[in-house]
């Protein structure tokens, strides 16, 4: 391999291999829908996040609606973490993706936004 080409292979790998910021969450603000998985099971859930990071929403378990309700916060180090009625852990926007992985490493959620 040639000096230019191992410079380039590294410069490459170290491109992909930079971390990205997490968003502010003021830019999860919105309407989102997906899937939850709580002690009670997984269902479909809706989310309502305000500017601020407060967020209630919905999941729906045998027919009942159940309420979520929380906040998302983001720390002095930059992560982000959630903290709600269904337990914490972390928040990441992975592409269109808002996903919520608890503490626990059983709970959590995954959300697109929603369509008008």
Same mark, same amino acid.
């Not at 790998?13 to 910021?21: F, L, N, P, T």
């Not at 808002?98 to 503490?103: A, D, E, I, S, V």
């Given at each position: 391999m040639t000096r230019v080409a191992a410079v380039f292979l590294i410069g490459a790998v170290s491109a992909g291999c #930079? +971390?990205?910021a997490p968003p502010d969450v003021a830019s999860l603000a919105g309407e989102w829908q997906g899937r939850v998985v709580t002690a009670?099971?997984?269902t479909a859930a809706r989310l309502t996040v305000a500017a601020d990071g407060r967020y209630e929403g919905t999941a729906f378990f045998?027919? #009942?609606?159940?309420?979520l309700h929380g906040a998302l916060m983001?720390? +002095?180090d930059g992560r982000l973490r959630y903290v709600g009625n269904e337990g914490d852990g972390t928040v990441?926007?992975?592409?269109e993706r808002l996903r919520l992985r608890g503490n626990d490493g059983a709970t959590g959620g995954v959300f697109l936004r929603a369509r008008p």
């Amino acid at each position: 391999m040639t000096r230019v080409a191992a410079v380039f292979l590294i410069g490459a790998v170290s491109a992909g291999c #930079a +971390s990205v910021a997490p968003p502010d969450v003021a830019s999860l603000a919105g309407e989102w829908q997906g899937r939850v998985v709580t002690a009670r099971g997984h269902t479909a859930a809706r989310l309502t996040v305000a500017a601020d990071g407060r967020y209630e929403g919905t999941a729906f378990f045998d027919g #009942a609606e159940r309420p979520l309700h929380g906040a998302l916060m983001k720390l +002095s180090d930059g992560r982000l973490r959630y903290v709600g009625n269904e337990g914490d852990g972390t928040v990441t926007l992975e592409g269109e993706r808002l996903r919520l992985r608890g503490n626990d490493g059983a709970t959590g959620g995954v959300f697109l936004r929603a369509r008008p």
